[in-house]
């Protein structure tokens, strides 16, 4: 499927309306595109139901798990790690700043892009849509990782270092000293962080903050949208003035 999709003609038919989906900034500008052709009257006579393909929903679900998500939980694992090692216990602080970055962007894209009932409506209310459910599920799974899979994995790992009868055979035999090693390299850091009980009551009480700073844009578009209805019937008032 191609990177970029035609969507519609302008009310002049002489152009088209492109969204792009090769990264996030690409896909911004073309929504800034349609904004602009939103304020300038462009779809005043064009009716919505038939303005948003099939084909369309599933690129945009495609480019929110491809490059939107992706590089939320890449930023979110890069400043996790490096803030754990740099900051300690304090490092929870960054978890409460990324949900906050996270917050105010939502909160900033929902103000820029809620503009009519029109196509730019739909794309808008589809991404947010998709990308509160994928980022809220990529979340849970994280937490699951985090706290249930991984202490299972990691004293599935001690039984097997420390069992005798687990270390014979000649792969065995080769792979302890090296699985020693990361074990004595791992094991500090493990236990001094999420064996502390004051850890882990602050690590949960966070949690509300970040599940409310990942579904309140959607939430808040909503009601945005709804309260705004009376702007765009004085800007569409005043679109059939102009013409």
């Known amino acids: 499927m191609s990177e970029r999709i035609s969507i519609i003609p302008d009310s002049e038919g002489e152009r088209e309306v492109k969204l792009n989906f090769n990264n996030l900034w690409s896909f911004l500008s073309s929504l800034d595109y349609l904004r602009f052709l939103e304020f300038e009257g462009a779809f005043r006579n064009l009716g919505s139901e038939n303005l948003y393909y099939v084909e369309e929903r599933i690129e945009l679900v495609n480019f929110v798990l491809r490059h939107v998500v992706l590089w939320i939980n890449l ?24 949900s906050l970055i996270y917050f105010i962007g939502g909160i900033w894209f929902v103000h820029r892009y ?10 808008v ?31 599935m790992f001690e039984i097997w270092l420390f069992d005798p009868y ?3 055979g000649v792969i065995n035999e080769i792979l302890y000293p090296a699985a020693l090693f990361v074990y004595n390299l791992i094991k500090p ?13 602050w690590y949960f009480a966070l ?17 945005y949208s709804k309260l705004s209805g009376g702007y765009m019937e004085n800007l ?8």
């Open 114 to 123: 809620t503009v009519g009932r029109g196509y730019l409506y739909m794309v």
């Open 75 to 98: 930023a979110y694992l890069i400043i996790i790690v490096s803030g754990y090692f740099i900051f300690k216990e304090k490092f929870l602080i960054l978890h409460l700043v990324f």
């Open 125 to 155: 209310r589809n991404f947010l849509m998709f990308l509160t459910i994928f980022v809220f599920f990529s979340w849970i799974i994280t937490e699951f990782i985090s706290f249930w899979l991984v202490p299972r994995l990691w004293r």
């Open 166 to 168: 687990s270390q014979q």
């Open 236 to 243: 569409n008032r005043t679109l059939r003035k102009r013409a």
């Open 189 to 201: 850091h493990l236990y001094d962080l999420f064996g502390t009980k004051k850890f882990l009551i």
């Open 207 to 223: 949690a509300p903050v970040k599940v409310f700073s990942v579904i309140f844009p959607f939430i808040y578009f909503l009601i």
